[in-house]
């Protein structure tokens, strides 16, 4: 299994500095960056891929909550705070953990877990899919069969995605996250946070966008590495 890519959101350096050891100590972690407020974090989160968010509550600029509503596909998260207070919220915003201040490494380890099983659970999720033609999805209150074959693309729209078909456009609440671990990887690659593209249907690309169906989509910083392998 591929390491589960990570980054802290963390304004106290010590915190930074505890998190950052404990990370290294895990085999299957791997820390890509840290940062000092949630402003900085989303503008690195625009081009760039992460599977794990370690996030402060009490951050200058954004606060950790408010950051957490904003991204649209929020990858796994784990609320590292010293106010128990917000332990609700952070499991209404669908948080792996929480983890209070001060933690040992051991109930790290929990927490991290967590993510590696649920990562483990949509691996074989992925490969069930790929002996599937097709998917069922919540369409305006009803299920509807989607073929894979007629699939063009998928795009974000915050909560909702929209699927993209050779014979019309369906709009699902779901996250990008969520649809992917329902798609063959066999068939569907993610190209950008907001953009998963059917691998037979790309009929040009560059280094920075992709062309699918007379359409033009962005291929986003942490995926370029995508195209060396069409």
């Keep these: 299994m591929s390491k589960i890519k990570c980054i802290i959101i963390e304004d106290e350096p010590l915190a930074v500095k505890v998190l950052s050891d404990y990370i290294s100590q895990v085999p299957f972690l791997e820390l890509q960056k840290t940062f000092k407020d949630a402003i900085l974090a989303t503008e690195y989160l625009h081009d760039n891929h992460t599977d794990l968010i370690f996030l402060d509550i009490h951050l200058p600029k954004l606060k950790g909550m408010a950051f957490l509503k904003t991204l649209p596909n929020p990858p796994a998260v784990i609320v590292t705070t010293a106010y128990h207070q917000y332990a609700v919220e952070g499991f209404n915003l669908n948080v792996t953990d929480y983890l209070l201040k001060p933690f040992e490494f051991e109930r790290f380890l929990v927490a991290v877990n967590k993510v590696k099983t649920k990562q483990r659970e949509i691996q074989a999720s992925n490969e069930n899919a ?101």
């Design 130 to 230: 790929k002996t599937k033609d097709s998917i069922f999805l919540n369409v305006q209150k009803k299920k509807v069969k989607i073929l894979f074959s007629e699939i063009l693309y998928i795009e974000s729209q915050r909560e909702y995605i929209k699927i993209i078909t050779a014979k019309r456009t369906y709009l699902s609440k779901m996250s990008t996250h969520e649809i992917e671990s329902l798609l063959p990887s066999n068939l569907f690659k993610r190209i950008h946070r907001s953009f998963i593209v059917s691998i037979d249907k790309i009929e040009s690309y560059t280094a920075y966008t992709v062309e699918v169906n007379g359409v033009t989509i962005p291929i986003g910083r942490g995926y370029k590495y995508i195209t060396e392998n069409l």
